[in-house]
């Protein structure tokens, strides 16, 4: 995620601008912010940033996540909406000023995009991907013990963005597949991951790259941008979080050395399991910037989450019927039952 900050979005938006206003300046910006070292640079300042201000207080660290992800949601919505004013054939033309789309689908095609037709099995296997989205509306659940009345805000949050990521990825499906055009839409992907000379632009054709082709108002090509940003930025702090309160509770079941359980008396904040996190996404960071392909880290991240999520839910399932764990599900909020079956059960 703070990779991303620079090469997915800092660097569309900087590249778009330039491409607006013409401007040689902020184009080469663009491009020089979307390279592995650039990545690696800016992300690992945005490391030391929120490192910083989640040592100092999580109270300073969620403030600051919120601002993000409000600026994020505004600049989605923008995103998401402006294509839904094209057809396929008007953003042809909207394009055309910077490339000619026929051509790009041709290339593609010369590259190696081979339209495929639908397939069953493709698409269930798909699903996890979709999923790599889509799991994380749970992740309020790590900070449970640091919310006020969790029992409420937390099954409230979840369902709620659930619902609105889920929205949100079927409009952005509509416009790639219907506005983009799906030959279009494989064809650039090809093009750019094979490294073909036929790509037109400096910038890896993101979906907040695209969108901020069809305007030339400057105020919604920077918000747009803008969003991808800040959305990411948002990204490495939740994992952040996250991470570092797996392994304070690791740390209290002994699968951790007990000092990664310390919190400062005075910050309230566990200072050696952030620090330890941090570590590794620094190391992380620099694996992922130089030596690995984005394809590998996604197939890779995705079958990681397939298994961790699953294991996680095999576990629920059983959670009521062994005998270790069933002393804490009926000592537990969870001891609900539906049609005699333990809803735990069911969910997992």
């Not at 080469?28 to 690992?44: H, I, N, Q, R, Y």
């Not at 036929?198 to 993101?206: E, G, H, I, K, L």
């Amino acid at each position: 995620y703070s990779s991303w900050v620079s090469t997915i979005g800092l660097s569309s938006l900087f590249y778009a601008t330039g491409l607006n206003y013409g401007s040689l300046p902020l184009k080469e910006l663009g491009a020089a912010l979307a390279t592995p070292t650039s990545g690696f640079l800016v992300g690992t300042v945005i490391v030391i940033l929120i490192t910083a201000l989640s040592i100092t207080g999580t109270k300073k660290i969620m403030t600051f996540q919120n601002i993000l992800v409000v600026i994020g949601i505004l600049g989605v919505i923008v995103g998401i909406s402006l294509p839904l004013l094209f057809t396929n054939s008007s953003f042809a033309a909207a394009i055309s000023k910077y490339a000619s789309y026929d051509q790009i689908i041709q290339s593609g095609v010369s590259a190696g995009y081979a339209p495929a037709p639908f397939s069953l099995n493709q698409t269930i296997l798909a699903t996890g991907l979709v999923a790599l989205t889509m799991l994380f509306g749970q992740f309020s659940v790590y900070m449970g013990g640091e919310i006020r009345r969790p029992e409420r805000s937390i099954p409230r949050a979840i369902i709620i963005t659930t619902i609105f990521t889920t929205g949100l990825l079927v409009i952005g499906g509509y416009v790639v597949n219907s506005v983009f055009g799906t030959s279009f839409s494989g064809a650039i992907q090809t093009l750019y991951y094979n490294g073909s000379a036929d790509y037109p632009f400096q910038v890896a054709p993101y979906y907040n790259f695209l969108v901020s082709l069809l305007t030339d108002n400057p105020f919604i090509i920077i918000l747009i941008g803008l969003s991808f940003t800040l959305w990411t930025m948002s990204g490495a702090i939740f994992n952040l979080l996250a991470n570092s309160r797996c392994v304070l509770a690791w740390s209290f079941d002994r699968i951790f050395p007990a000092r990664m359980a310390y919190v400062s008396e005075r910050l309230h904040t566990p200072i050696y399991a952030i620090i330890f996190n941090i570590a590794i996404a620094e190391f992380l960071l620099y694996l992922y910037s130089f030596n690995i392909s984005v394809v590998s880290f996604m197939a890779g991240t995705t079958l990681g989450y397939i298994f961790t999520f699953g294991s996680t839910a095999v576990a629920g399932i059983l959670v009521p019927f062994l005998s270790r764990s069933r002393r804490i599900y009926e000592s537990s909020g969870a001891r609900r039952a539906f049609f005699g079956i333990p809803v735990i059960t069911l969910l997992g």
